[in-house]
């Protein structure tokens, strides 16, 4: 299973908003492109995404219920069931803004299903070491997270974390073959030598807002 296999299994409709719907680029029909299983499941999904040109291909190709917005900022006239945003929080300038628009936009019994990477797994150890100072595989990170910083993050916008696991996300399609080599060592032989907290290298939340927070929303 990858990532968004574990997601799917969450998400809950009819209402569902995937942000950073794009993803880093355009993967149609691929396992790894969440939006488009999404949608395959949930036909009227909506999507936001800051990145206007991905959000333009998208229409294109027939996909719906688009808006061109930062996950800091967005405002839509919707409230929804279950709200997804699948490796973005650790993108952000200001990870908290996305809780505060969250909070904003989901149903008074709706969940925030959220996933990141684990920064204590093998995988982002062994990276941080060999190429230090350049801790991170991806330019574009401005944040790690490990369980306990995000969970305290998400109550200081009135959210509780309902479920919590460590998963493996493992993409077979990424160009590095020393990745692709490495992954397929962890999910054959590592998972004899290695326990999961150093083989599973991605967080996975579900978000649920305090009931008091759920009541004042019917309000």
Same mark, same amino acid.
């Given at each position: ?10 998400? #809950?409709? %009819? ?6 719907? !794009? ?15 999404? $949608? ?10 800051? &990145?206007?040109?991905? =959000? ?8 719906? &219920? ?7 900022? /967005?405002?839509?006239? #919707?409230? /929804? ?26 149903? %008074?019994?709706? =969940? ?8 204590? !797994?093998?995988? &982002?150890?062994?990276? #941080? ?8 595989? &991806? ?7 490990? %369980? ?7 109550? $200081?916008?009135? /959210? ?16 590095? %073959?020393?990745?692709?080599?490495? #992954?397929?060592?962890?999910?054959? =032989? ?8 150093? $083989?599973?290298?991605?967080?996975? /939340? ?8 759920? $009541?004042?929303?019917?309000?």
């Amino acid at each position: 299973m990858n990532r968004n296999d574990y997601i799917l299994k969450l998400v #809950a409709g %009819p209402d569902v908003l995937d942000i950073g719907c !794009s993803d880093h680029s355009l993967r149609i029909n691929s396992p790894y492109w969440l939006h488009g299983r999404l $949608r395959n499941k949930f036909p009227s999904v909506a999507g936001v995404d800051l &990145n206007n040109e991905n =959000i333009k291909k998208m229409q294109e190709l027939g996909f719906e &219920n688009l808006t061109v917005a930062s996950a800091e900022d /967005f405002n839509l006239s #919707a409230k /929804f069931d279950t709200i997804v945003a699948g490796e973005l929080i650790e993108h952000l300038s200001n990870p908290g803004l996305l809780f505060a628009r969250c909070r904003e936009h989901i149903k %008074p019994n709706g =969940i925030l299903v959220i996933s990141t990477p684990y920064v204590f !797994s093998l995988l &982002n150890v062994l990276y #941080a070491f060999l190429k230090y100072p350049n801790t991170c595989q &991806n330019d574009e990170h401005t944040v790690w997270f490990c %369980p306990k910083t995000l969970t305290e993050l998400a109550s $200081r916008y009135d /959210f509780y974390t309902e479920k919590f696991e460590l998963i493996e996300d493992y993409e077979f399609d990424n160009n590095s %073959p020393s990745y692709r080599i490495f #992954a397929r060592l962890m999910i054959t =032989i590592g998972r004899i030598v290695f326990p999961a907290r150093l $083989r599973k290298n991605n967080m996975l /939340f579900v978000f649920k807002l305090n009931p008091k927070n759920s $009541r004042d929303l019917k309000k």
